[in-house]
């Protein structure tokens, strides 16, 4: 009765859902507020919240043998927010899957904020004081797989200010290059604008894609040898024959080459991968689809998501997101 529900930290996963939820309007794990359902995760009050218990920890430089301080990270949404499907919302098979996810309606756009609180709590954890200087401490997130659809329906879209920093492959500005590739371009799947002095950046998808070309983890994304990227099958087909089409959107995109050799874009992921979905499909479908940001950590990070209208006004998109982790090296205070 009169229940209202938002995004919550454990979103689908049945071990957190207490039987009062079983029913809910919006499904197990939403967090959903009503008549005796009004207290949030932690004791405190409820909140449109994704959080990840645990997910960090700082250190400051200023104790030897410390074992850093341990924080959350919520991620929330500060303006109207309106889901596809909300069992797609959090980490929804954390034993499978290294990626966050959200899930998004057509035609619809969202500001969101990912900050670091102190754990249990909604108190800002502290993350400033970094090295002899005291200069911040900066964080990393990364955004997966940007996808746009025929005609540039549900196309997503990304806009962030306060940046201080973006990299993806073949556009690493400032040297954080590990697992990115300088033979990878990305003009093809993603626009980038900065305005001013770089201090916003928006981003549009331009590549054409579906569910079945989704990563599963950063590993997915991250190019641990360059040249594979490259490196044709030794079957000579690029993506193998039974992924030359892909569904549901049916686009034509096959290169033929000599095995084992050298052409842009025709390397595929190994038949070892895990997911099992992109075997034999291209590199060139998923690895360029993605653009990390670098902001002052205490501030957090606030960008806008956009998904474009659909062909019917159904349906929609999910971004994954993820951390990352960059050691820096600094002299105590």
Known sequence: DDVTCTVGPHSNVGRHCPDAL??????????CVGDGLSQGPYGGPPLPEIRFEGAGLFFDGTVEGSNGVPFDVALTNTSSYKPWTSQSNGRVNPESSELASVSMAANTQTMFALRAYRPGTNDPQPLDGVGGDHRP??????IFDFDNGVNDTLQEELRACNVTDWFTHGKSLRGIERGLCPNIGTDEYLTNTGTGNQTCVEVKALMMGTGQDNPKNIHDILMADCTMYDRCPDNGLSPASDKQNRPPIGVQDVT?????????AAGVYPDIEDPE??????????????????????????????????ADGFYGRTFFFNGYSEPDCIDAP
């Open 256 to 264: 033929t080459c000599a095995g084992g050799s050298s052409e842009p």
């Open 137 to 142: 401490a900066e964080g990393h997130v990364c």
């Open 22 to 31: 079983q029913e809910a309007p919006c499904g197990c794990g939403c967090m």
């Open 277 to 310: 979905r992109l075997r034999g499909q291209p590199f060139r479908w998923t690895v360029p689809k993605f653009a990390c940001f670098s902001f002052v950590a205490s501030e957090g990070f606030e960008f806008t998501f956009k998904v474009g209208p659909s």
